[in-house]
């Protein structure tokens, strides 16, 4: 079974992405595209476990009153340096009150670990041979001046 | 100014921390040159033509005597001795090792200082104007709300991969010294009926190759909602604007292309979430920001009669009139110390320059010094008494020349000669322009030019808002220099036109001198070229420099 972090810990994981818009899986597990939810929802639930996932393009505005159905929301990285998923996770927790597993998937780097905590996620697919020594980055910093997901007042509260 | 405390101070050094395991796993090949790139820029690490350049963060262009001192001690130990001010109040080493970095960020943050977001596609350094807190024009010192913005924009974790670089500047006096119409934010201090401090919001404007005067999206937005208000504009930027392509990344791309009332509209949108929120400033907050910029001990000092001052000497009398501007402070005056000698690349200070500045910071002043955005220093505090003791140390530095705010002041990006984005050179351009006007009577009787020199279409040399632009390009692998006139900054900000073709090097001073005669030949009685440019348009101007 692949190894992803989930929680500050490396954990074995069963979910696998899916990303064919077009045919559907034939069981659960997987982590589906928003189009293929969209289109296909009743069957996929006919699947079992089924999580979805959205492209940098696709706000999380889009999954609409699916959200807290979830228990796991992707947001996908198409290239470390596209920023948008860091707003989408501060979205889902902070406007759409989704409380479920938070997972960062495609290319994103260790390097922004402690960021992507900072903004919602809770479970990182980094693609990595060394996931133990990643670990490390979640300390990268003890605080923050601004408040977010972790932190939920800003530092000149708390001085 | 502002002192670290131990919060602020331990951030810093985790900073340092991570930066040297980056690097470190760098050097060991663990991460990928494309991975290590946003990472060094963040922490103001280029990789140049000939060597990495770091620009180390000057935030609000404000800098202390035991600062400087430490900027001196680091050139000589890891660069070759001398600093350059940019046009975003900064300082640039051009010769630091990639190796060696790690241990610079290390001496820097002794002294509270930083290379934090000076580059990469993030909230840049926070800029301001240069005479914030001694202005005579001021409304309101805007320093404490810039170290407010400093510290919510330092490692926002939703910010720090937009889709394009993000500058923000404040302006709090009437004349704007800022830029603010120019910026990716702008922020301008006005004061409502009542006297409450309000800020007005201009998004949207920027330099580069598409020039941008910025939109006002608020005429007056309330001081506790400035976090809330910056971070609603942030979001919807980070969302919306486009990463297809990096000249189109800008966020005056995304305003123009949603209309500046659509922009706003979707702002106020997301700060319907955030507004009143745990990020809404304190009282105490300001109140704390601003205790870190309250008036030295200033003395209680006769206002003297700067025509009576000027009467000691001559070249003194020159120095006082274009280097000095009005205190708020009766008995006191801002001394502005010119890095433009000719010959000298502009912005560029040596060591031992930087370590006597330090001195004459502390002896002319409260030890408060500061850098602008035309690459020049300032001495805030200074007594009137002293002024003439001050000017005579000044000539001895070779940072007296009587040039500022005249067409010698010229602001010049560091160009080809350093720069790897450079289309062609920028400092022998600017040292040819300053040769061919060596005659200072003539400078001065042109009275107020900003000429401004970019090495490409990046603009760090700000040519669009210069009232002279000059824009190296590239024709065939030859360098050429597009001229523009009629740019300016300031409240009523505008983009120079293009004159016409680009003009070989060796052409360019002859064609700054056909502008310049055409100028005075039309010029009214003590009209600014910028008025006389306004009032005639370009085609008089075209005709004499294409004939």
């Known amino acids: 079974m692949p190894k992803i972090i989930k929680d500050l810990n490396v954990v074995e994981d069963s979910w696998q992405v899916w990303r064919d818009t077009e045919s559907l899986p034939t069981s659960g597990g997987y982590i589906v595209p928003l189009a293929l939810w969209q289109a296909h929802k009743d069957a996929l639930l006919a699947l079992g476990d089924i999580a979805v996932f959205l492209a940098s ?9 699916d959200i807290n159905s979830f228990a796991l929301i992707a947001v996908d990285f198409p290239k470390f340096a596209d920023g948008r998923g860091f707003s989408y996770g501060r979205e889902l927790r902070e406007q759409h009150g989704f409380t479920g597993e938070l997972r960062a998937i495609g290319d994103f780097m260790r390097d922004q670990l402690y960021f992507l905590k900072r903004c919602g996620f809770n479970s990182f697919a980094l693609q990595s041979d060394e996931l133990d020594e990643a670990l490390a980055s ?22 | 100014m502002y002192a670290y405390d131990q919060f602020d101070r331990q951030l810093v050094s985790q900073r340092v921390a ?28 280029y990789i140049q033509r000939l060597a990495p350049m770091l620009r180390i963060a000057v935030p609000y262009g404000t800098l202390n005597a035991e600062q400087l001192r430490k900027l001196a001690s680091i050139t000589r130990k890891y660069d070759k001795g001398y600093a350059h001010i940019s046009t975003r109040q900064n300082v640039q080493l051009n010769w630091p090792k990639l190796e060696e970095v790690p241990d610079i960020l290390e001496e820097l943050a002794e002294v509270e200082m930083h290379a934090v977001q000076t580059s990469g596609n993030c909230i840049r350094n926070v800029t301001a104007d240069q005479f914030s807190g001694v202005a005579a ?32 500047a404040v302006c709090g006096s009437a004349s704007d010294r800022a830029a603010v119409m120019v910026h990716d934010i702008g922020l301008q201090i006005v004061k409502d009926a009542a006297g409450n401090t309000a800020f007005k919001v201009i998004v949207g404007g920027g330099l580069g190759r598409t ?12 001081p506790k909602h400035l976090l809330t208000y910056l971070e609603a504009i942030l979001r919807v930027y980070n969302q919306l604007g486009r990463r297809d392509n990096k000249f189109k990344a800008r966020i ?39 205790s870190f910029f309250q008036p030295p001990a200033y003395e209680s000092l006769p206002q003297q009669d700067m025509q009576a001052l000027a009467l000691e000497n001559a070249d003194f009398a020159r120095w006082l009139q274009h280097n000095t501007h009005a205190h708020k402070v009766a008995g006191y005056r801002i001394v502005t110390l010119a890095l433009k000698t000719t010959g000298v690349a502009p912005g560029d200070v040596t060591a031992e320059q930087l370590e006597v500045i330090a001195d004459l910071g502390e002896r002319y002043g409260f030890g408060e010094i500061r850098s602008t955005h035309q690459q020049n220093i300032v001495l805030p505090d200074v007594r009137q008494q002293d002024l003439l003791a001050l000017w005579k140390e ?40 300053q040769r061919r006007f060596e005659d200072l009577d003539y400078v001065y009787d042109l009275g107020e030019i900003e000429l401004n020199i970019s090495g490409c279409m990046n603009a760090c040399g700000h040519h669009h808002i210069g009232n002279i632009g000059i824009l190296g390009v590239d024709k065939k692998g030859q360098e050429f220099y597009q001229i523009s006139l009629g740019g300016s900054q300031g409240l009523d900000a505008s983009i120079g036109k293009i004159l016409g073709p ?33 009032r005639v348009g370009m085609d008089p101007f075209k005709e004499r420099a294409y004939a």
């Open chain 1, 57 to 65: 393009d696709q706000s999380p505005k889009l999954l609409g009153a």
């Open chain 1, 138 to 159: 979640f300390n990268d910093f003890s605080d923050a001046y601004q408040p977010s997901i972790d932190q939920a007042l800003p530092i000149f509260r708390r001085r």
């Open chain 2, 18 to 45: 991570q930066f040297r395991d980056q690097t470190q796993r760098y050097l060991e090949g663990k991460i990928s040159d494309e991975q290590f790139l946003p990472l060094r820029l963040q922490n103001g690490l």
């Open chain 2, 137 to 168: 024009d001021e409304v309101e010192d805007a320093r404490a709300y810039c170290e407010i913005i400093r510290q919510w924009s330092t490692f926002h974790p939703e910010f720090a991969f937009l889709p394009r670089k993000f500058k923000i």
């Open chain 2, 211 to 222: 020039p941008v005067i910025g939109s006002v999206i608020n005429e007056a937005l309330e």
């Open chain 2, 252 to 290: 005056k791309i995304l305003v123009r292309a949603m209309g500046a009332e659509a922009f706003k509209a979707d702002v106020e949108k997301e700060w319907a979430h955030i507004k009143d929120g745990a990020l809404s400033l304190t009282d105490e907050e300001i109140s704390r920001a601003q």
């Open chain 2, 394 to 433: 000044l000539v001895e530095l070779e940072v007296a020349s009587p040039v500022v705010g005249t067409l010698n002041d010229i602001i010049c990006c560091p160009g080809g000669d350093f720069c790897s984005l450079a289309n062609a050179k920028s400092i022998p351009i600017a040292e040819a322009i």
């Open chain 2, 502 to 534: 680009s003009f070989a090097q060796d052409e360019v001073p002859n064609v700054i001198e056909k502008v310049l005669e055409t100028f005075v030949s039309l010029r009214q009685p003590e009209e600014r070229f910028l008025d006389t440019f306004r």
